[in-house]
């Protein structure tokens, strides 16, 4: 019994991430307000989340000594901050973690401040992948 409490202590002291494995069409309207965003379709944006992702919240990436995070994959060596890398440059000013949940609000924020000083080629799946024939990665109601 003294488990079972300590444990449920454990639990309401430390609450799980609530992460979300999206579906192509829900994804879509999450995101709906990133739509032609510096010039980027909402399809462009889907197509190049499922290639780098997979619609899963909690992706997190090693890459060649730092990491990727969330959907977007967000790197901890000049986006956000975490206990890996500590001279971050942390351009969005957040830790790390934030992009691993089921918020994308933050996500959303940093990854237009990705595109404003980067652009879509930042995320390395866009090219190849999501450059044309994007017809699969439209969602009719939105």
Request: hydrophobic fraction near 40%; glycine fraction near 4%; charge should be negative.
């Amino acid at each position: 019994m003294m488990s079972f409490v300590s444990l449920l202590l454990v639990g309401i002291m430390f609450p799980a991430i609530q992460a979300k494995q999206f579906r192509k069409c829900e994804l879509s309207q999450v995101l709906k307000d990133m739509d032609g965003f510096r010039g980027i379709a909402l399809p462009k944006w889907i197509c190049t989340i499922f290639h780098t992702s997979g619609y899963d919240t909690q992706t997190i990436v090693s890459n060649n000594g730092s990491t990727e995070y969330g959907l977007f994959q967000i790197n901890n060596k000049f986006w956000c901050r975490d206990n890996q890398i500590l001279q971050s440059r942390n351009i969005c000013d957040i830790s790390c973690d934030k992009f691993l949940d089921d918020d994308l609000t933050d996500d959303m924020i940093c990854a237009k401040k990705i595109l404003d000083k980067e652009g879509i080629d930042y995320w390395l799946a866009h090219k190849p992948l999501c450059s044309e024939k994007l017809e699969q990665w439209h969602c009719e109601k939105l």
